[in-house]
């Protein structure tokens, strides 16, 4: 049973472009949760999405950012008009449904803007 | 709402030596609380999950106990080896209405020299 994947794991872009970024969970989790490390910060929450719809996304900035995680293929972070401010390390999550489970990390993705 | 911190945030020790980390959170309405290692550039792996109604979970060398009501946990590490050197991070899950969005500290960063 593979890990949460999670692709590209480096990402550089110049302000004003778009970034994706996408994960996959472990076989079997329907449940995804996308966290932000900034340089020097500790890890905060995003937002929370089951398949087809987003449960909490009380974490995520009001402007440029959205996420998804359709019924068929990996969830999706995206960033629009990327700025400098936005260079982190970016983790997902899966778990497999039910509340209160263990959480399984992906490796991150490091978006780096120029 | 909530805030986990850790302490020390960074620590050098020599191999050998037993060393305690310690989280504080400031809401004890907490279902769960986790230990995570993060090694540089890498995912975060679990290391001990606390049930809200347990005092503490062993793992090998590592035990980490909880005291919910006075919003504590400390990790113990037995024996430190080099290969234990990583940053800690301590997570709390919230009583929330749905999903278990975790809350971070910003971490502790271990150092064990030979």
């Known amino acids: 049973n593979a890990g949460v994947m999670q692709n590209p794991r480096h990402l550089v872009r110049r302000r004003g472009q778009e970034a994706r970024l996408r994960c996959s969970p472990m076989?079997?989790?329907?449940?995804v949760y996308w966290y932000r490390q900034l340089p020097e910060e500790g890890l905060k929450f995003m937002v929370y999405l089951q398949k087809e719809n987003i449960i909490d996304e009380s974490g995520m900035p009001k402007e440029r950012f959205s996420a998804e995680f359709p019924k068929e293929g990996p969830s999706i972070l995206r960033i629009q008009q990327v700025v400098r401010g936005d260079s982190a390390a970016y983790f997902c999550a899966s778990s497999p449904g039910q509340d209160q489970e263990t959480q399984y990390f992906g490796p991150g993705t490091r978006l780096l803007v120029l | 709402k909530q805030e986990v911190t850790q302490i020390p945030a960074a620590l050098s020790v020599p191999e050998g030596e037993n060393l305690v980390l310690n989280c504080s959170f400031t809401?004890?309405?907490?279902?769960?609380l986790q230990w995570f290692r993060q090694d540089p550039g890498k995912g975060l792996t679990s290391l001990l999950l606390?049930?809200?109604?347990?005092r503490e979970q062993t793992s090998g060398r590592l035990n980490a106990s909880l005291d919910k009501s006075s919003g504590r946990s400390t990790l113990y590490i037995a024996a430190s080896q080099p290969g234990d050197s990583a940053t800690y991070l301590c997570a709390v899950t919230e009583l929330t209405g749905g999903g278990n969005k975790l809350t971070f500290g910003t971490g502790t960063q271990l150092k064990v020299e030979l």
């Open positions: 076989k079997g989790h329907s449940h």
């Open positions: 606390i049930q809200s109604s347990q």
């Open positions: 809401d004890s309405a907490i279902y769960n």
